[in-house]
């Protein structure tokens, strides 16, 4: 069986591909790219690395190795600072998400800023943004309530609502967190923005993270004190374009940004994994995968987006292609035969299709980095998989 490459490779009849590649312990300030580029001259050694495959890092990898992380008290300081909040003053948050690795350390960090004062949470409700329930239609009927309407702590007296997958009271616990830093506590649930200022907060953040714009223009039409979370730790030594929008909880007091000037990190790669390898290959820093998972309703993608970083080549391009069981049902009521069939499907790829042509009908343009970071997320795991860089073969 013939294969690609000098080594062994993956044989010709393989189509698209993708592989975990196991890096070991990367701790802040390691050089990730060179590691990476020693890897890859060893895959490439076996074959395994041809012009045109897609190399994808998980973003934590590279913000790892790049000392991106912030202290809560770092937090609190700008906080106190961009909105003018003494330590006794009020803050508001609208719009969190649900989780106790990704906003938990942030709301500690944000009610750290006014610890001798007051801080209002308002979450949507029945689910958080990306689907997380913070109660159930049950509640909501008890309660007399629909989702036009707001509910108080006092409103929920009573009733232990825990999350069905992680079996948290995400309610208790962000209340204990915020009087964890000294702080006063009142959460309400709303899905009205305007909501949050019958409470007099001096200052609001919008916490949401893809609707952060559209919340923060509803505000400012009636309050101009407001920011969202990518406004904070956005400059300075330890930054991200996204400022606190996909941080991770780290060890301690500290936050995990994202990575800083990706597109950069990547072009560099690139070039010179050309010059270790001799091989041609696109690059990209990912981050979650979106997709909804089909159990829970949870759509995964807590960060902003799904890429941080991507050659050129990647950004900017759609997905979508030919409806291979489309043409080859055609024609095969046209009688031709399964060689007759391959050689019309190798002319018609080669002449591409419009995306509204009946070839194409079914196959829903996507935006290539979303697929490929989907794809490798889902390949490298969250957990022990030990495989933060993900090499995809054959995809185009």
Not at 28 to 33: L, N, S
Not at 196 to 206: F, Q, T
Not at 383 to 388: L, V
Request: glycine content about 10%.
């Amino acid at each position: 069986m013939k294969c690609n490459g000098s080594g062994k490779g993956l044989p010709e009849l393989v189509g698209p591909a993708a592989f975990g590649i196991k890096m070991g312990v990367i701790l802040p300030g390691i050089p990730v790219d060179e590691m990476i580029i020693e890897r890859m001259s060893e895959l490439n050694g076996e074959g395994l690395v041809d012009n045109g495959d897609i190399l994808c890092i998980t973003e934590s990898v590279v913000a790892r190795s790049q000392n991106n992380f912030i202290t809560l008290d770092m937090v609190a300081q700008e906080v106190g600072e961009k909105l003018g909040l003494q330590k006794d003053g009020s803050l508001g948050v609208v719009f969190p998400i649900l989780s106790r690795n990704r906003f938990s350390p942030i709301l500690r960090g944000l009610s750290r800023a006014v610890n001798s004062g007051k801080v209002t949470v308002q979450l949507s409700f029945p689910t958080d943004e990306v689907g997380n329930p913070i109660l159930d239609d049950e509640i909501l009927k008890e309660l007399g309530k629909g989702r036009v309407d707001t509910i108080t702590m006092a409103d929920l007296q009573g009733f232990d609502y825990k999350h069905p997958l992680t079996g948290v009271n995400y309610i208790e616990f962000y209340q204990e967190l915020i009087t964890g830093e000294g702080a006063e506590a009142e959460i309400i649930l709303s899905n009205d923005p305007l909501e949050i200022l019958k409470y007099e907060p001096e200052g609001v953040i919008a916490a949401d993270i893809h609707t952060c714009e559209s919340t923060l223009s509803s505000l400012r039409e009636k309050f101009s004190n407001c920011i969202s979370l990518k406004d904070l730790c956005c400059k300075g030594e330890k930054c991200s374009e996204w400022g606190l929008l996909g941080s991770n909880l780290s060890s301690g007091d500290k936050l995990k940004l994202l990575p800083r000037d990706g597109d950069s990190f990547v072009e560099r790669l690139r070039k010179d994994i050309e010059n270790a390898t001799g091989k041609n290959i696109h690059v990209m820093i990912y981050g979650d995968g979106a997709y909804k998972d089909p159990e829970s309703g949870i759509y995964e993608l807590a960060d902003p987006k799904t890429t941080f970083g991507a050659t050129k080549e990647l950004t900017d391009r759609y997905r979508d292609g030919i409806k291979y069981k489309f043409v080859a049902d055609s024609l095969s009521e046209e009688g031709k035969s399964a060689e007759d069939i391959e050689r019309a499907m190798e002319r018609v790829k080669k002449k591409g299709g419009e995306r509204n042509c009946m070839e194409t009908e079914g196959t829903t343009p996507r935006q290539l980095t979303d697929i490929l970071a989907s794809l490798a997320d889902l390949v490298s795991g969250s957990s022990d998989a030990g495989t933060p860089v993900v090499l995809v073969k054959n995809f185009f």
